[in-house]
């Protein structure tokens, strides 16, 4: 499959021509135009410094529909006891840094460029990216981020510094997320992490499906933690 050069127009070729490691296009910029029309076509950036934009769309899709997700019996301990607390949209710039930083940190590399935190940091002030934070003891311990639209929310990255506490904050995003009538959050690649927690790969024809269904749903902009009253507890 060729892989597409994209101009200074708005436009994406249709997923399903995505080459088979699931690489789309190249090219553009991260506009919140151009993100937000990239995620409203199940196409998403992923890079690293030295690499141009690259956009994808892979087959299978990694999705973690928000009633399924996995609460073990240790989980539910660790709920049931309230180690952490849990906030979300109250410390955006934070969360993503640290996503960025503790991969550094690790030796692991980050797609998390420079480019990308500015361009995630202005979605979130346009109010189409979130971020559930995890407490202890007066500290962000843990967190991720990423974009809603629709009735979709797709997930970008998550981290902890201390055990369960990016496990925590994803249990709050589901609950929170089915409370709200969400579809699914997109997990995007297979990782056998979110498998435990509940996700499950699906044909990309069959994600698109039900993009194209939840796209639909009016986008829950803003401040989530205005909704602190139909927040679950933890």
């Not at 021509?17 to 151009?34: F, K, M, N, T």
């Not at 928000?66 to 240790?74: A, N, T, Y």
Request: with cysteine.
């Amino acid at each position: 499959m060729p892989i597409y050069m994209l101009s200074e127009a708005l436009l994406f070729p249709p997923p399903e021509l995505a080459s088979e490691s699931g690489l789309l296009a190249v090219g553009g910029d991260l506009s919140p135009q151009r993100l937000l029309a990239a995620y409203r076509k199940g196409i998403f950036p992923w890079y690293s410094e030295q690499d141009p934009i690259l956009w994808w769309s892979p087959d299978p899709r990694m999705v973690l529909y928000p009633s399924r997700f996995h609460v073990s019996r240790s989980m539910r301990r660790i709920i049931n006891k309230a180690i952490f607390k849990v906030t979300m949209d109250t410390q955006f710039d934070t969360i993503i840094e640290n996503c960025a930083r503790i991969r550094i940190t690790n030796g692991e590399g980050t797609w998390i460029t420079a480019e990308m935190e500015r361009a995630y940091k202005r979605l979130y002030r346009m109010g189409f990216a979130h971020s559930v934070e995890t407490w202890q003891e007066g500290e962000i311990v843990g967190g991720l981020y990423g974009v809603s639209l629709g009735g979709c929310f797709f997930g970008e990255s998550m981290y902890s510094i201390r055990p369960n506490a990016s496990k925590i904050a994803l249990y709050h995003l589901a609950r929170f997320l089915e409370i709200h009538g969400f579809a699914f959050i997109d997990c995007q690649v297979y990782s056998e992490h979110m498998q435990r927690l509940g996700a499950c790969q699906i044909p990309r024809q069959r994600f698109m499906r039900q993009l194209q269904v939840a796209i639909q749903k009016q986008t829950l902009k803003g401040d989530w933690n205005r909704f602190n009253e139909k927040m679950p507890k933890v």
